[in-house]
């Protein structure tokens, strides 16, 4: 249990589009997503937390115009990196956390690689 | 403010040895303390936990750590290294509002040599 999903595992995109994340919960519902962002070779960074029917809170110095996160339904947010540029590159991962008392840990999906050239 | 350090980029060891990856935490109120790895270009997998109780605690794979309140730390270990432990380490600590947000050290990169 407690399998969070994403697609694409793989995205090239050219400088100037937008591409859409998917981040699933297939066997749970989850009121709150994360989206992390991951250089290479660092620590993953908290990009925003995604609430189910309601705003994402983004972290300071993340771009809320530029990274649309929009959490529809209980087992599904996305990321939109809109006018992508080179920089926006990178490893991204969202993780949920299951609903249910006692269960502290998150749950990460195995991450989208986004290539911007 | 919540952070997590760890203060090694990699740990090198021979397998069959024991191994221990360092982390230290900085949190108000009680921690909330996690471990992760993750294998190249995949997701993190979840290792262990500590809320509360018994300081060692016992995870995945062979891992435990310890936690440690004087000294503030939470250190990674496992008695006998394997070669598919060849991983990065993340520690993790959950803060307690504001939507249970996770905040991560810097990761150690865990090489295991046969």
């Known amino acids: 249990g407690a399998v969070v999903s994403q697609h694409p595992s793989r995205v090239i995109c050219k400088s100037g589009t937008s591409v859409k994340i998917e981040c699933r919960s297939l066997d749970f519902q989850a009121t709150t997503m994360f989206w992390y962002r991951q250089f290479p070779k660092k620590s993953l960074m908290l990009m925003a937390t995604s609430n189910e029917g309601s705003k994402a809170t983004y972290e300071q110095g993340v771009e809320k115009d530029k990274f649309l996160i929009n959490h529809a339904s209980l087992t599904l947010s996305t990321l939109t990196v809109t006018s992508a540029h080179p920089e926006d590159s990178s490893f991204y991962i969202c993780?949920?956390?299951?609903?249910?008392?006692?269960?502290?840990?998150?749950?990460f999906g195995p991450g989208t690689r986004l290539t911007v050239t | 403010a919540q952070s997590v350090a760890q203060p090694e980029d990699q740990v090198n060891v021979a397998e069959g040895n024991p191994l221990t990856v360092k982390c230290t935490y900085s949190v108000s109120g009680n921690p909330y303390l996690f471990w992760y790895v993750q294998y190249p270009n995949r997701g993190l997998q979840f290792l262990l936990k500590?809320?509360?109780?018994?300081?060692l605690v016992k995870g995945s794979y062979g891992f435990e750590a310890e936690f440690n309140k004087s000294q503030t730390s939470f250190h990674l270990k496992k008695p006998s290294a394997l070669v598919s432990d060849s991983a990065l380490y993340f520690c993790a600590v959950r803060v307690t509002y504001n939507f249970n947000k996770f905040y991560f050290g810097s990761g150690t990169k865990l090489n295991v040599k046969p």
């Open positions: 993780s949920a956390r299951v609903p249910l008392a006692g269960a502290y840990e998150q749950y």
């Open positions: 500590y809320i509360t109780g018994d300081n």
